[in-house]
């Protein structure tokens, strides 16, 4: 069965930094997508970074760029989005999802992805 785990959520003051890791299981790595995506409380989910399967091209959230990476290592099957100059809007639960054989442009439709993680607390506040 298709698992992905994300951690590395918490509370920071506006500025600072996070490391979220979305380890994934029970699927060919190389095969989907894997997209990073958040909601907020009276929020829709929307996309914040995504990945591409074999090519491994990159979507970012224009609320995110420039302050957020996301980057992949394919021997610890895991998915990284490094957070900085985090910022009070920013805060949500994040969750990590993949969809099959898909461009990077996909992050921008959160409802085609099929597998989702349990999700992650991110919290900004001075």
């Known amino acids: 069965q298709v698992q992905l785990v994300e951690s590395g959520g918490g509370v920071v003051q506006p500025g600072e930094s996070l490391r979220l890791a979305c380890q994934v299981s029970?699927?060919?790595?190389?095969?989907?997508?894997i997209g990073w995506f958040r909601q907020a409380p009276g929020k829709e989910r929307e996309g914040v970074s995504c990945?591409?399967?074999?090519?491994?091209?990159?979507y970012y959230a224009d609320s995110v760029k420039g302050r957020f990476t996301i980057s992949s290592d394919n021997a610890k099957k895991t998915v990284y989005l490094q957070m900085d100059s985090l910022e009070s809007e920013d805060t949500g639960v994040y969750y990590c999802a993949t969809r099959f054989r898909s461009h990077s442009f996909y992050c921008r439709l959160p409802d085609t992805f099929g597998s989702w993680g349990q999700g992650t607390q991110v919290t900004v506040s001075s």
């Open positions: 029970g699927f060919p790595f190389d095969q989907y997508a």
């Open positions: 990945i591409g399967n074999s090519d491994r091209t990159i």
